[in-house]
């Protein structure tokens, strides 16, 4: 590929195998001795992380329902070739038309779109398929296919003779193949820095794109990036800022701590998980994650939980959905069992009864470290026993309907189960 260039990875589902794909693109160029990077559209704190892994290079969320358009140009612009991993099908997005789709992006960046179908269970019907989703919307343009989890030669020569009459460009056709699935976990995707052997699965997954996918013909449907546009930034809560960050505090937004570095606060890293006390600083952020898995292990993290606690007198703390539960009274884990947490908000969570709760937010808030209004998303599973206190955020809807009041707040520490992505 060339220097600002890039495509667009979509399908017209989820679970055709968008991210295998991506990431196998992503080794594949780099071992040709291309420097990529990958993006992933919406709100997604696991694939970023393999992207980087696969590629080499940081990865950021690309959120046409919650970032400005200034924004989404911004991070997408640069010099190094963009391949960005599309979310669910190609036109879903939020209710109630489909804001934040992958078509949205496509739009705003006119990228090209590769299109991924699974074709395990289909035929001549394809043709009808790919026909549709090549000609719903005219600024949307689907540059070509990959034909996923073929069966058979024969099955390879009856789609493409299917798809010979659309005049699309049919870019790989990528057999069936087990044990190329990632594993996956309640919350969606084993974390990166979970996966057994990282490498070998990328590789594997290099391995199925170079031996069946056209390098070339792809390169050359690129198209050029933006330019890079003016992207108001997130002024920091604080100029000296310790933020959460192990298996168990993970998912931050890579975006924010960037726009906050680049105003000049000082950002410190450390592991709730290692027993790591707190670095001196004029704010703590605690982020999502997967406190559920080691709630055992924080609540005997005395050294980490007494520095948090002694905090709370002269800084500003801050936790999102996992971080949140983490500095209430109690959570409760799938198994039953109670563990103590922080103790520093009157809020009890539990896993035992998963519930999902699940989309985007719009939230204003009138105190705390995030004053204003901002766009969120929410993706949990954990249920909410107790939540005494005042509330931290106004919510509404993607459609723009009353939500319940979100999160706590009491003294210098606040929370909610909302994770930020930019103001509103």
Not at 34 to 51: E, L, N, T
Not at 82 to 92: H, N, Q, R, S, Y
Request: charged share 20%; net charge negative; proline share 6%.
């Amino acid at each position: 590929m060339k220097c600002g260039t890039g495509f667009i990875i979509a399908a017209p589902s989820s679970g055709s195998g968008k991210t295998t794909i991506t990431l196998g693109l992503l080794r594949a160029f780099k071992r040709k001795g291309i420097p990529v990077r990958g993006a992933k559209s919406g709100p997604d704190y696991i694939d970023p992380r393999f992207h980087e892994a696969a590629s080499g290079a940081p990865c950021f969320n690309l959120d046409a329902w919650a970032m400005s358009p200034e924004r989404i140009t911004s991070l997408a612009a640069g010099d190094i070739p963009l391949i960005v991993e599309g979310a669910m099908g190609l036109f879903d997005g939020a209710p109630p038309d489909g804001r934040g789709s992958v078509a949205d992006l496509a739009r705003q960046l006119k990228l090209p779109v590769v299109l991924v179908v699974d074709a395990s269970r289909i035929a001549q019907s394809i043709a009808p398929l790919v026909l549709g989703f090549a000609q719903y919307d005219p600024k949307v343009m689907v540059a070509g296919v990959i034909l996923n989890k073929v069966g058979s030669a024969r099955h390879e020569t009856n789609l493409r003779r299917a798809l010979l009459p659309i005049g699309l460009s049919v870019l790989g056709v990528i057999p069936r193949r087990s044990g190329i699935e990632q594993p996956s976990r309640h919350l969606g995707l084993i974390q990166a820095q979970e996966h057994d052997d990282l490498d070998a699965f990328i590789e594997g997954a290099a391995d199925l794109i170079v031996t069946h996918v056209d390098l070339d013909l792809i390169s050359e449907l690129t198209r050029s990036l933006p330019d890079r546009d003016f992207s108001r930034k997130i002024a920091p809560p604080a100029q000296r800022i310790a933020i959460a960050q192990d298996r168990a505090f993970a998912f931050a937004y890579p975006h924010l701590l960037q726009d906050w570095h680049e105003q000049g606060a000082q950002i410190e890293i450390f592991s709730p998980l290692n027993n790591d006390p707190i670095p001196a600083s004029d704010f703590i952020y605690l982020p999502g994650g997967y406190p559920e898995l080691y709630a055992a292990k924080l609540a005997s993290s005395s050294c980490f939980m007494t520095s948090l606690r002694a905090a709370t007198k002269t800084t500003q703390i801050y936790g999102e959905c996992g971080g949140y539960m983490v500095l209430g009274d109690g959570l409760i884990d799938a198994q039953g069992t109670h563990h103590e947490m922080a103790g520093l908000l009157r809020l009890e969570t539990s896993f035992q009864q998963r519930k999902l709760h699940l989309g985007y937010r719009h939230l204003n808030a009138a105190q705390g470290p995030f004053k204003g209004q901002w766009n969120a998303h929410e993706f949990h599973y954990a249920s909410t026993l107790s939540a005494q206190g005042e509330p931290l955020f106004a919510a509404k809807d993607a459609e723009g309907l009353d939500l319940p009041a979100m999160g706590l707040t009491l003294g210098n520490v606040s929370g909610s189960f909302a994770h930020i992505i930019d103001a509103a």
